[in-house]
């Protein structure tokens, strides 16, 4: 009897009827005839209303079951499916409620549907994580009512379940389609042209009009009585980490994720495209402490290692210090590399602070800092103007997108590499980076 009566719940409608029908009987006072034309509308409905009762609850016949995917995708759209069986006989009207996890702060989350009788029907939905971590989602609450909407049964189904979310895997592979596509520059990805050519030797081949006559093989010429050259390839395994700040510079969100966040699906995407090119990768997470240190390497499940230790990074965002970094990169980074470093400086001052560390870390390996435009501060100073105080917020909004391009020119003045970026392309201008450093043959 308690569960019939706590899934037991009536429509909007029925509460209007017996406001009317109550109505009718306070008039019934002054005019008695309409006393019995209420009783009677009131058995009526009562009636009725039993009736709708027992259709919906003679015998369970609505099953719904919620497919959750392995993980969650940080950052991007990701489908829940929801597999749902109408076993009456008669059409009905389903209100969803589904307890997704409170991460997301939604507390309106309401579906309608309408299935056919003795129907199945599949319905998908999707959600946009901005953290990584758990996801733990509750009960699955279907409202199934007829087409008079006058009773609701509610099926609770315990249809709990809990989604990692880790870094962005399918920005990941979407660049890694893009990485071997000829419309890369539709997508923002550069067609780098190569400048000389790397000195990995690969084999001896005749030559044909167009190659470089500077890699005439002259023995082998002689040898086989016509042209032979060296062709040579891209140099490969290459030690290249990735050094993510987790201190208190990262902690800023833009469109609702930290630049932690969007510095660690970048590193996911890079690494795919680096192993993929046969390089070593590795990672480094550093604040106050140095956080995690993932060795350089190629091979094929490494990807799986760097993408465990990304999602795993948890900090308290606490002020970088980037003397323990140079000093942990001396002794355990012993081979020449490619560091590629996501940090941000909001003020010219706090680079100089950092300046003679990054030089130091310059001098045995090729550093490339990475940091971040200010958005929002972009548009505030491209903001037309009308009024005193919006001129000078503006003033001082040019003032510091004007430092940020004198730290661009600040670091490579010190002989090291930048790229200053909008939080959203930063994957793109990271790979780009590292296809022309690839291409230069500078490491």
């Not at 409202?143 to 920005?171: D, W």
């Not at 030690?239 to 609702?256: A, Q, T």
């Not at 970026?421 to 690839?438: F, G, R």
């Amino acid at each position: 009897m308690r569960q019939f009566i706590s899934s037991l719940y009536f429509g909007r409608l029925v509460y209007t009827i017996l406001y009317s029908l109550s109505g009718l009987f306070l008039l019934s006072f002054w005019f008695e005839s309409l006393f019995i034309i209420s009783t009677g509308l009131l058995i009526i409905f009562t009636g009725i209303l039993s009736g709708e009762v027992f259709r919906l609850f003679s015998g369970e016949k609505f099953s719904a079951d919620r497919i959750l995917p392995d993980k969650f995708s940080n950052s991007d759209s990701n489908a829940v499916e929801l597999h749902l069986e109408n076993k009456y006989n008669f059409p009905i009207h389903l209100e969803l409620i589904d307890e997704i996890p409170e991460q997301f702060q939604k507390r309106d989350f309401l579906k309608t549907l309408y299935l056919t009788k003795n129907s199945k029907r599949d319905y998908n939905y999707t959600l946009t994580p901005v953290k990584r971590g758990e996801y733990k989602f509750g009960y699955l609450n279907c409202y199934v009512s007829t087409t008079s909407k006058l009773v609701k049964r509610r099926y609770r189904f315990e249809n709990e379940g809990m989604v990692k979310v880790y870094p962005s895997f399918i920005q990941m592979r979407d660049l890694d389609f893009l990485s071997i596509d000829h419309k890369m520059s539709q997508y923002g990805m550069k067609k780098i042209r190569r400048i000389g050519h790397t000195m990995e030797f690969e084999q001896i081949k005749n030559y044909v009009t167009g190659d470089d006559i500077r890699t005439i093989n002259w023995k082998a010429t002689a040898k086989h009585n016509s042209l032979m050259i060296n062709q040579y390839q891209d140099e490969k395994s290459q030690p290249i980490y990735n050094l993510i700040d987790v201190g208190r510079v990262m902690k800023m969100p833009f469109e609702g994720l930290s630049l932690l966040d969007y510095s660690i699906n970048a590193s996911l995407a890079f690494s795919n495209i680096a192993l993929k090119k046969k390089d070593k990768v590795g990672m480094l997470t550093f604040a106050n402490t140095i956080e995690n240190f993932v060795p350089a390497q190629s091979k094929k499940t490494h990807l799986n290692t760097l993408l465990e230790t990304l999602y795993g990074i948890q900090t308290n965002f606490l002020i970088t210090d980037f003397n323990r970094l140079y000093a942990h990169s001396k002794r355990k980074i012993t081979q020449r590399s490619l560091l590629m470093m996501y940090t941000n400086f909001e003020h010219m001052t706090s680079l100089k602070r950092q300046l003679p560390y990054l030089r130091a870390v310059a001098k045995s390996h090729l550093l490339v800092v990475i940091f971040f435009e200010n958005t929002e501060l972009d548009e505030l100073a491209n903001k037309s103007t009308t009024k005193l105080s919006e001129i000078y917020e503006k003033t001082i909004a040019q003032e510091f997108v004007y430092n940020k391009q004198l730290m661009v020119k600040e670091l490579e003045k010190n002989g090291i590499q930048a790229v200053l970026t909008k939080p959203k392309d930063l994957s793109v201008k990271t790979i780009n980076k590292y296809l022309e450093i690839k291409a230069k043959g500078l490491l």
